[in-house]
């Protein structure tokens, strides 16, 4: 095996150029110091916001001011830190960034109980005498909308002091999965001795040796299962913690609140999990397919990721999916291929692996900053999806940065993956239309319908699974090991269906997903993916209306409007059910696709 580069041996050209954030370290220590003076200016208007619109505007313009320097500050720190996470001048500016923005945080922890106890009509008052305020006035309304569950100045303060105690749980389970929990070799079919991580068991599970996967998934789920009873009550803990948030803030349930917080109706939940339950015949389908396919006689979950089509060589070098990328996006318009090609030839991204360099793929940056994109390059076609992915991240920050002020630049999470998995519905039609090797084809539609299982049929069913023990807690009712483990077989059954054996190992699932930690969160996953593909299909159907609204009526958008809002002006309204039947009709022509390729190829 070829040794790791060191990040001093990487060529320039393909490193990220954090001198757009900070000129040099002594730079970003100079504005470090800088921010640093801000503490204790917050002081003066405190106390003072419901004086004048002045004093008003003033506060929550140097609150936006320190949130622009913070910002800067903490995005250098971090990415330095991630190009080589052995060293330790970095490890401080990133450990020094966090405790700078924990103690504005703390300091300013006022605001919002304070913006509370000025009345709503004086508010609106400020806003009709002093213009300025107008840039804030939509923070203001969604300020407003929160007023019966924020509570008296100090038992915010409380609160606040009380999140260490309160997430407990969660650091319990990530200290536990992520440093202590360890495996043991497994063997594959040959009688090797191979290393198990938490880095490589899927890679093992996507293996075609079968002994592998097996003995891989077996060792997982028993180590998991050793520490069932504990493992159980580290979630009941967190869980717990959510119910006791949502009560003493006055929500209905622990949903209410999470999904408030980011201004999503619940119906929105309850519209995913049912839709997605009409159509779990298609996922039933899918999986009896890969039974036949993999001619099994019995097929369990370690089954279910290797790839159905073998011998393929599917190699993609950076500079071909940089090619297969931009040809795959010029429906999107020059407007947009053109901030992709300065990314590309302004070292937004960082491109290949490096000694110390962190795992992985993302897409940073801030308020001020361009986009930076993390990649740990492989010549794969994974790989060319997930360069794609992340700069439909990269992108939408862009126009949403250069199109809004600070306090509207970032975008709610809800729709945080949209742009993502519209670049990979784009990339993926483009690829297909153009590839001219069966074998190719087959392995591409492979690659989707897993992608969707995973996002889609997957996420779901965590999120009905999340719903379901917050209703256990919310009910007075005791979330044992037993519980848990019997709730997770029995829709890990219902959601793959008969052709998947349910065995006793795959009950203990639950106990790895650290997003179950999350409050809420898995659910966007699929939604979003569903929203991505609408528009998508929109922008291939119907051509510059669709990519108008998409461009100017969300991308640029950033937060200036409710999230469900900005989706239904870009053409998709996720309050309805035909955006998730329409992803589920998706995977439905994939696989009708793909059946019939494998038919053809057969004979």
């Given at each position: 095996?070829?040794?790791?580069?060191?990040?001093?041996?990487?060529?320039?050209?393909n490193?990220?150029?954090?001198?757009?954030?900070?000129?040099?370290?002594?730079?970003?220590?100079?504005?470090?110091?800088?921010?640093?003076?801000?503490?204790?200016?917050?002081?003066?208007f405190?106390g003072?916001?419901?004086s004048?619109?002045?004093?008003?505007?003033?506060?929550?313009?140097?609150?936006?001011?320190?949130?622009?320097?913070?910002?800067?500050?903490?995005?250098?720190?971090?990415?330095?830190?991630?190009?080589?996470?052995?060293?330790?001048?970095?490890?401080?500016f990133?450990?020094?960034?966090?405790?700078?923005?924990?103690q504005?945080?703390?300091?300013?922890?006022?605001?919002?109980?304070?913006?509370?106890?000025?009345?709503e009509?004086?508010?609106?008052?400020?806003?009709?005498?002093?213009?300025?305020?107008?840039?804030?006035?939509?923070?203001?309304?969604?300020?407003?909308?929160?007023?019966?569950?924020?509570l008296?100045?100090?038992?915010?303060?409380?609160l606040?002091?009380?999140?260490?105690?309160?997430?407990?749980?969660?650091?319990?389970?990530?200290?536990?999965?992520?440093?202590?929990?360890?495996?043991?070799?497994?063997?594959?079919?040959?009688?090797?001795?191979?290393?198990l991580?938490?880095?490589?068991?899927?890679?093992?599970?996507?293996?075609?040796?079968?002994?592998?996967?097996?003995?891989?998934?077996?060792?997982?789920?028993t180590?998991?299962?050793?520490?069932?009873?504990?493992?159980?009550?580290t979630?009941a803990?967190?869980?717990?913690?959510?119910?006791?948030?949502?009560?003493v803030?006055n929500?209905?349930?622990?949903?209410?609140?999470?999904?408030?917080?980011n201004?999503?109706?619940?119906?929105?939940y309850?519209?995913?999990?049912?839709?997605?339950?009409?159509?779990l015949?298609?996922?039933?389908?899918?999986?009896a397919?890969?039974?036949?396919?993999?001619?099994?006689?019995?097929?369990?979950?370690?089954?279910?990721?290797?790839p159905?089509?073998?011998?393929?060589?599917?190699?993609?070098?950076?500079?071909?999916?940089?090619?297969?990328?931009?040809?795959?996006?010029?429906?999107?318009?020059?407007?947009?291929?053109?901030?992709?090609?300065?990314?590309?030839?302004?070292?937004?991204?960082?491109?290949?692996?490096?000694?110390?360099?962190?795992?992985?793929?993302?897409?940073s940056?801030?308020?001020g900053?361009?986009?930076?994109?993390l990649?740990?390059?492989?010549?794969?076609?994974?790989?060319?999806?997930?360069?794609?992915?992340?700069?439909?991240h990269?992108?939408?920050?862009?126009?949403?940065?250069?199109?809004?002020?600070?306090?509207?630049s970032?975008?709610?999470?809800?729709?945080?993956?949209?742009a993502?998995?519209?670049?990979?519905?784009?990339?993926?039609?483009?690829?297909?239309?153009?590839?001219?090797?069966?074998?190719?084809?087959?392995?591409?539609?492979?690659?989707q319908?897993?992608?969707?299982?995973?996002?889609?049929?997957?996420?779901?069913?965590?999120?009905?699974?999340?719903?379901?023990i917050?209703?256990?807690?919310?009910?007075?009712?005791?979330?044992?090991?037993?519980?848990?483990?019997?709730?997770?077989?029995?829709?890990?059954?219902?959601?793959?269906?008969d052709?998947?054996?349910?065995?006793d190992?795959?009950?203990?699932?639950w106990?790895?997903?650290?997003?179950?930690?999350?409050?809420y969160?898995?659910?966007?996953?699929?939604?979003?993916?569903?929203?991505?593909?609408?528009?998508?299909?929109?922008?291939?159907?119907?051509?510059?209306?669709?990519?108008?609204?998409?461009?100017?009526?969300?991308?640029?958008?950033?937060?200036?409007?409710?999230?469900?809002e900005?989706?239904?002006?870009?053409?998709?309204?996720?309050?309805?059910?035909?955006p998730?039947?329409?992803?589920?009709?998706?995977?439905?022509?994939?696989?009708?696709?793909?059946?019939?390729?494998?038919?053809?190829?057969k004979?």
């Open positions: 095996m070829t040794e790791l580069m060191t990040r001093s041996e990487q060529l320039e050209q490193t990220w150029d954090l001198t757009t954030i900070f000129a040099s370290d002594e730079a970003f220590e100079e504005a470090f110091t800088t921010l640093s003076s801000y503490l204790g200016k917050e002081k003066e405190q003072q916001l419901g004048s619109s002045e004093v008003l505007l003033n506060a929550l313009l140097l609150d936006s001011e320190i949130d622009e320097m913070l910002g800067k500050v903490y995005v250098y720190a971090h990415l330095k830190h991630d190009e080589d996470t052995t060293n330790a001048k970095y490890t401080a990133e450990q020094r960034a966090a405790t700078l923005a924990s504005f945080s703390s300091a300013w922890s006022f605001m919002l109980p304070e913006l509370m106890t000025i009345d009509v004086k508010l609106a008052e400020f806003i009709k005498e002093n213009n300025g305020l107008e840039r804030f006035r939509f923070d203001l309304e969604k300020i407003n909308k929160r007023r019966p569950h924020v008296g100045e100090k038992e915010e303060l409380i606040a002091q009380a999140q260490e105690a309160l997430s407990a749980s969660s650091n319990t389970f990530s200290m536990f999965n992520n440093a202590d929990l360890t495996f043991e070799n497994v063997l594959d079919k040959d009688g090797n001795s191979l290393p991580s938490h880095g490589n068991y899927i890679t093992y599970l996507e293996s075609e040796d079968r002994v592998l996967r097996e003995n891989a998934y077996k060792a997982v789920y180590e998991y299962g050793k520490f069932n009873n504990t493992l159980s009550q979630l803990g967190k869980v717990k913690s959510s119910v006791f948030s949502s009560k803030r929500y209905n349930s622990a949903r209410h609140q999470a999904l408030s917080n201004d999503i109706p619940e119906t929105v309850e519209t995913l999990i049912n839709t997605i339950n009409d159509n015949p298609l996922l039933h389908r899918y999986t397919l890969r039974k036949e396919l993999l001619e099994l006689d019995e097929m369990h979950m370690y089954d279910m990721y290797t159905l089509i073998e011998d393929v060589e599917f190699k993609v070098s950076y500079d071909e999916a940089k090619d297969w990328m931009l040809k795959s996006l010029e429906p999107m318009s020059k407007e947009y291929t053109d901030v992709v090609r300065e990314g590309l030839m302004n070292r937004w991204v960082d491109v290949y692996e490096n000694k110390g360099k962190r795992s992985g793929a993302y897409s940056g801030t308020f900053t361009n986009p930076f994109i990649m740990n390059w492989t010549d794969s076609v994974n790989n060319t999806f997930t360069l794609t992915h992340e700069f439909g990269s992108v939408h920050s862009y126009f949403s940065r250069a199109n809004q002020p600070s306090n509207m970032d975008y709610s999470i809800f729709v945080a993956e949209v993502s998995t519209c670049n990979e519905a784009l990339l993926a039609d483009y690829m297909y239309k153009n590839l001219d090797d069966e074998k190719k084809k087959l392995y591409l539609l492979n690659y319908l897993d992608g969707f299982r995973g996002t889609v049929f997957r996420q779901t069913m965590f999120a009905e699974f999340e719903y379901l917050h209703s256990i807690v919310e009910k007075n009712e005791p979330l044992t090991a037993d519980r848990l483990n019997t709730e997770y077989a029995a829709l890990n059954k219902k959601y793959y269906g052709a998947v054996i349910t065995d190992y795959i009950q203990y699932e106990s790895r997903i650290p997003h179950f930690y999350y409050n969160y898995v659910f966007q996953y699929a939604t979003g993916y569903s929203a991505a593909y609408a528009l998508s299909k929109q922008i291939l159907d119907e051509g510059t209306p669709a990519v108008n609204r998409y461009i100017n009526q969300f991308l640029k958008a950033g937060s200036s409007d409710y999230p469900i900005v989706l239904k002006k870009a053409g998709v309204d996720m309050t309805s059910s035909e998730i039947k329409n992803a589920c009709l998706v995977f439905e022509e994939r696989l009708d696709e793909f059946e019939r390729l494998i038919k053809a190829m004979g």
